[in-house]
T-cell receptor
Framework: GAVVSQHPSWVICKSGTSVKIECRSLDFQATTMFWYRQFPKQSLMLMATSNEGSKATHEQGVEKDKFLINHASLTLSTLTVTSAHPEDSSFYIC????????????????FGEGSRLTVL | QKEVEQNSGPLSVPEGAIASLNCTYSDRGSQSFFWYRQYSGKSPELIMFIYSNGDKEDGRFTAQLNKASQYVSLLIRDSQPSDSATYLCAVKDSNYQLIWGAGTKLIIKP
């Protein structure tokens, strides 16, 4: 399988501060990574699609200036929650698409362990 | 609005029985179908994916796809308490976007 590592696994911060979450593909290159948010007992909500070397695509209703995404290399994408507020408290999960040997995506998504953010 | 529908459950199944999880989708042009398992407080993990009509078996898991009826199901044979989790259906639609179902909570009772 493919391994995606996410860090930190949990973070507590004060309201108004910014928090950065890292997502790394450890044993494969990922030109595309995804960031999700999941509130308790709810399904995954796609926040944005992160493409290496280009701007991220944020989903409707997700503020791009509040949720900054940087995908500077083929193995690392970061999500920065700027000026975090209590309503941003959630479980943030990244995933990466594994590219097959043909260079095409197999469509399989591999998920990081998730980062639980609590904003006080 | 492209949709993927799952019964939220919970679905309660006795240990050792077959658990049957269903998922329907609205985009007839969808090509790829995935089942993920998510334990509480954890990230989803891929169980199986299926592209072609029919059955695909992997150990105790069988995915069934019927494109004409637009449904995909997951069967878990010899259910174990460790199978208790939320099962997420995901469909890659005709625009290559991955659409997620809300998940079905499965409880295996010893």
């Amino acid at each position: 399988g493919a391994v995606v590592s996410q860090h930190p696994s949990w973070v507590i911060c004060k309201s108004g501060t910014s928090v950065k979450i890292e997502c790394r593909s450890l044993d494969f290159q990922a030109t595309t990574m995804f960031w999700y948010r999941q509130f308790p007992k709810q399904s995954l909500m796609l926040m944005a699609t992160s493409n290496e070397g280009s701007k991220a695509t944020h989903e409707q209703g997700v503020e791009k200036d509040k949720f900054l995404i940087n995908h500077a290399s083929l193995t690392l994408s970061t999500l920065t929650v700027t000026s975090a507020h209590p309503e941003d408290s959630s479980f943030y999960i990244c995933s990466a698409i594994k590219t097959g040997t043909s260079g095409l995506s197999t469509g399989e998504l591999f998920f990081g362990e998730g980062s639980r953010l609590t904003v006080l | 609005q492209k949709e993927v529908e799952q019964n939220s459950g919970p679905l309660s199944v006795p240990e050792g029985a077959i658990a049957s999880l269903n998922c329907t989708y609205s985009d007839r042009g969808s090509q790829s179908f995935f089942w993920y398992r998510q334990y509480s407080g954890k990230s989803p993990e891929l169980i199986m994916f299926i592209y072609s009509n029919g059955d695909k078996e992997d150990g105790r898991f069988t995915a069934q796809l019927n494109k004409a009826s637009q449904y995909v199901s997951l069967l878990i044979r010899d259910s174990q308490p460790s199978d208790s989790a939320t099962y997420l259906c995901a469909v890659k639609d005709s625009n290559y976007q991955l659409i997620w179902g809300a998940g079905t909570k499965l409880i295996i009772k010893p």
